[in-house]
């Protein structure tokens, strides 16, 4: 009997691994991002999610470390963004074993489902972080996130009294707000410890970002800008309005005491979004628009 003599095996572990995370997750059922939903996940684990925007999947991600604290940080995103809330998304997540970390297990996800379509918050920029100072002046590209969710002034926060020292007030906004909000600190320049330190003011306890931000610029000396760009809100001392290309308009502060509104109309570069990779991943206007009300 004749007959090859040789052959050749191929396990495939990496497909089979997608198939049992598809498989797992495919039998389970999404739920809303809430506060008691995110309270079940007990375990301080790794793990994959997915994210649903009104039924629809959005978002394929990991959990490097903590699936509650990485779903957690999302809600709380979402929560500062004009035209969506965290009640438009539901999740599914699963934990992941440790040792699954290295096979990339979002990665494995993300080719199962791109077969049905395209994912639309992976590699547009969901995922990151505040990228700094230097990323605040260039243009926000095509498809970002950011353009269609940006960042609400008119959001509620709490500062919980009504009597501020200035720098101490600041620090209060950042802490409670759902976005990055950076500025210029006492640390940084001799003119920010003079201004922060030495300026006191009152502020309603209850009130939203863009009053207590317009309060804040009213104490202090002409020449501050709180500039609106889509993800990020920053404070900082500039002699002369700055423009940013991406800006959705911005404060500046006045000699007489006031807090002067600038609209901007934002540009977005042509090139498709195509944003740094957020390491936890693993993946990569003015009045009138619906960051600033009215």
Known sequence: MKGKATGEFKLRITKALADQLFETLGELVPTELTADALANLVEPRPGVYLLYLRGDLVYVGKAASNLRARLGNHRRKLSGRSGIEPLDITFKCAYVDEDLDAAAPEKLLLKKYQTDGKIPWN????????????????????????????????????????????????????????????????????????????????????????????????????????????????????????????????????????????????????????????????????????????
């Open 123 to 294: 590699n547009n920029g969901f995922g990151n972080k505040d990228q700094g100072r230097v990323r605040d002046q260039t243009m926000i590209k095509a498809g970002h996130f950011d353009i269609f969710f940006p960042i609400n002034l008119d959001i509620q926060i709490e500062l919980e009294k009504n009597d501020w020292v200035l720098g101490e007030l600041l620090a209060r906004i950042a802490s409670v707000t759902p976005y990055t909000f950076r500025y210029e600190k006492e640390k940084d320049s001799d003119l920010a410890r003079e201004v922060l330190s030495k300026t006191t003011l009152s502020v309603e306890p209850s009130t939203t970002v863009r009053r207590a931000i317009e309060a804040a610029l009213a104490a202090m000396p002409a020449g501050w800008q709180a500039t609106v760009l889509p993800n990020t809100l920053i404070l900082y001392p500039e002699s002369k309005p700055k423009i940013y290309k991406s800006a959705l308009g911005w404060y500046r502060s006045t000699a007489a005491g006031s807090a002067e509104w600038t609209p901007h109309r934002m540009q977005v570069s042509k090139l498709k979004a195509q944003d740094e990779v957020d390491p936890d991943e693993g993946l990569t206007g003015g009045r009138g628009h619906p960051c600033c009300g009215d």
